[in-house]
Structures are given as C-alpha cells and as structure tokens.
C-alpha cells in the first residue's frame, strides 16, 4: 500500500488524499482540517454517505434506531472496537428513524444491522448486536479480504 488513499472527513465529508504511510501520523482535512482518523463513529446521512463509501479504506455502518435496546448496548461495543480498527477501517452510523431512505436503499430489516463497505461494494453484514471479541474476530475476517487485513 504505497498509492494515496482517498479518505473522506467526518466532519466536513469532503474526499482527502492521503499517502498511505500517512495514515498513522495523525492527518487532518485539508477543508476543514479536522483529524480525518479518529477512531470513532460518525453519523452518516443520505446527502453525506456517498464519499465515505467511494472512499478507499473500508467503511463499517452501523443501522441502529433509538428504541432498539440492542442498539443501545451495541453502540457502546461499537466505540470500543472503533479505536484499535481506527488505522484500518471507518466507523459510520446511520440512524434508520431520521434517515429512512438510507434504511431502505440498504435494505434494513433487521437492527441493529452492521454492514461493510469497499470501494462502494458491500463486502460483509451481520445482525445483532455482539459481545466486542466477536466484532472484533468479525471484522478482522472481513477485512481480510481487503488490504487492510493486519494492523499497519
Ligand atoms: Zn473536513
């Protein structure tokens, strides 16, 4: 992995280029220079998902609604396992009640959903909320197939 990797921001969603050795050294936006890796989700909606899916890292979504008591608890596994992934994967949420399109262009029927991006292709997705060992041995099968399969 030596080409830039195109990377959109969580903040401002605008799409950076960034060397991939570059990844681990804190890079922020060049629009609105936010720290592009954080290793924490970020709400993604129907006018901001396009360039985080196009992007070139893989982007994990959560599907979660407020009354799902699963979500609730999931969330919190979520954050956990987003920090050690942050160099090798991106951690968006769709919230299914406020974003209901994104719900059914994705085909939710189930919460909470996790899905993974590449490159705009769906790679993998579970359902249920899981204990962290799991989405995080999960995950790490996902990414797998990608080159992002070890830690950088
Ligand atoms: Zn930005």
Redesign the pocket.
Known sequence: MTDPLVIA?P????SNRIPADKIGQHPS?G????RLIRGLPFELTVDTIRPHLQADMPLVIDFWAAWCGPCQQFSRVYEMVAAPFAERARFGSVNTEQQPTLAQSFQIRSLPTLAVFYRGQEIARTQGAMPPQHFHRWLDEVLADTPFSAPS
């Open positions: 921001c903040e401002c969603h605008k936006c629009a609105c220079k936010a």
